[in-house]
């Protein structure tokens, strides 16, 4: 606008003071246009943004359910669990625009989720671990009890004690007691090394 009115060539004051009142007039109205314009587009952006953050927020809810039915064992939780993160992380990178208040409130609900997500996972893995160490226990008992009933069954005293090895080993091959013994003994170690790098959560 500055450069405009340099260029004018006009002698009466008034007039040109009437041209300047006028130009600054229609500079004011234009800038006005633009800043509305602006805003306009910008809460249009940002309904269109909170619609789109609203849809793929309640898609990763379902998400979370889908995970914890997959999550079985610990480990698995964990697995779910990480991948959950992931896709947070990827909802925020998208959404979450510190510059705007829509961008604010994408990120609040995106930090309360990832501590809903740990709790829930962490609770869920802690949940397992316990139900794990549940039936190594109750194997082991059984273990006990099957070997002693063995132990009475192959004392070389008693009716149906054994005198010679042939038959003791002809019996711990062929008998499902001494069978289900060892399958026990086989799940336990499954169990100890699957449990290895699990950590419980309880002090």
Do not use: C, W
């Amino acid at each position: 606008m500055t450069e405009l009115l340099g260029t004018l060539d006009v002698a009466d004051a008034t007039v040109r003071t009437q041209i300047i009142d006028d130009t600054s007039t229609i500079y004011a109205s234009l800038n006005q246009s633009k800043a509305k314009l602006n805003h306009k587009r910008k809460n249009l952006g940002s309904a269109e943004a909170v619609a789109q953050f609203g849809a793929q927020f309640k898609l990763f809810g379902q998400s979370i359910a889908n995970a914890l039915s997959i999550a079985n064992t610990p480990e698995k939780s964990d697995e779910q669990m990480a991948k959950l993160l992931v896709q947070l992380e990827e909802l925020e990178s998208q959404f979450a625009d510190p510059e705007t208040n829509s961008g604010d409130q994408f990120l609040a609900d995106i930090i309360s989720k990832r501590e809903e997500i740990y709790e829930t996972f962490e609770n869920h893995k802690q949940q397992l671990l316990d139900a794990r160490n549940r039936k190594a226990q109750n194997l082991g008992d059984g273990a006990l009890r099957m070997l002693e009933s063995i132990k009475k069954r192959t004392q070389s005293t008693g009716v149906t004690g054994f005198t010679e090895e042939e038959a003791l080993n002809t019996y711990f091959a062929a008998d499902g007691l001494v069978q289900k013994v060892r399958n026990i003994a086989k799940e336990l170690q499954a169990m100890a090394l699957a449990s290895k790098p699990m950590t419980s959560t309880h002090a």
